[in-house]
């Protein structure tokens, strides 16, 4: 019985502690799926917030060329150059924004990569330093130790 006790508590403390390392699997997986999504999102986003761009600077082509041809008078040309001057200025704003959002995205995933690397155990360049200074004074000693 009391073996039988022991197992059961061996078998509890290992799932305890083995618990957390398949968190954080689950939730690295998670994640980097999330950000993909999110990526496509902000993709597809500025994709059509450039056509609308694109088309505000048409309009705005056209608007000149109507008024250069007298189709359109100075007060309706300034009105409607006001008017699609500022649809364009708020869709460079928020395209601006948007590219902000991406910088983001891509610091974190420039960070967890730091961060993979270094637990694959590749040292960073203050790391190999130290290990170099430490190789080069045990060095020394040796050295002067054969010398005595």
Known sequence: ???VFILILAIGISIFVALPFFRRRLEETSSHEERETLGNAIEEKLRRLDLE???LYAALKEID????????????HEELQKKYKLQAATILKEIDYVRMETRGLD????AEEEIRLIRRGKLTDEEEIEREILTARKSKVKN????I
């Open 1 to 3: 019985m009391e073996k």
């Open 53 to 55: 761009k694109e088309s």
């Open 65 to 76: 060329f109507d008024y250069d041809l007298g189709k359109l008078s100075k007060e309706d």
């Open 107 to 110: 610091l974190m995933d420039e």
């Open 144 to 147: 002067k130790t054969n010398f």
